[in-house]
């Protein structure tokens, strides 16, 4: 459907909501600046079709996103405080990486450090956040921690579906769907979800010991997705993942940032000497930085095998109800 002159003012007015939305957030502001602003209000003003009007990262378009239920409340918040956190320590040396994935709009997990750092400046203080000092050439999760004397690792990784998946999202997007049907089984594929989230935690393990919080992106089989984090987490050794890159914990989160568990290694946390009291904190610490299930669910490794199957059960059942595309399989 070809836009209309009001449908390019209420484009306008979209942009400028978003722009007054930045007023109190300044490292916001610096990061999606005038010209990058000014940039995607042109693309999206010159657009032809409602299909074509793009508003641009959502760290920036959040109160679009949050509109259509997209996008958890207070999110541009609590980036502004995690950017705080990064970008104020002077040896931060990947302001520009991190500015550019922010301004990506293919998900790059760099919301996620931020509201990590966030969430573990809150439980340990924000001199315990420690950013890489080394090359930028040299790998480097997305910051470390000071837990009982031990420098831990935290990564942030998102799992991409397949191209086929990411076409149909950008397609659904840009039709103004923002959902699709497809019968396609390898969709979704529970070995896809496999073999992603292995390479993910083998990536991490340069950095051990090591947190490690999954957002899963797309049409991944949700069920699957839960049962391999907490599999991998508790059994690293039947997904061929080597006692030494076993990591410490791992999280899971769901595209609109709803956090579904954290799962620890016990074995691990044995072997580095951390407490039950600082285990805890790291847990609350990942939980909220994200944001609660509306059920309430939370998983972690003291529920028994019936006791998680159950609660994944629950979770399944409302995984249409909190989608980031709708996706429909």
Known sequence: MELTPEDKAQIRAKFDKCDAALVD???LASIYDE???KDWREKALSAQKHGEVNYGAMGYAAPIFEELGQCPKCYQYRLEEGA???LSKPDYKDESNLIDRMRGTQPTSAG????LARGFALKFGKD???VHTGLKSEPRPEFWISVSGQKIAIEAKGLLDSKTVRDLNEFSISSGQYYWISVDPSIGDPSHVRGALAKKILESSIHSPCVIVLTLYGGFDFLAGINLARQMAITPSNFKIPGKASPLAVALVEGLMLVQGVWFNLS???RIGISEQ???RIRMSVKESFWPRPDGV?????MTDYEHNEAAKAILSKVGQSSSLGHKR
Request: hydrophobic share 50%; proline share 4%; charged share 25%.
């Open 25 to 27: 957030k300044p490292i």
């Open 35 to 37: 010209n990058w602003r």
């Open 84 to 86: 705080n956190i990064l």
């Open 112 to 115: 996620e450090e931020l509201l």
């Open 128 to 130: 315990a956040v420690h």
């Open 268 to 270: 691990v946390a044995q």
């Open 278 to 280: 600082a285990k805890e």
């Open 298 to 302: 939370f998983l972690h490794e003291g």
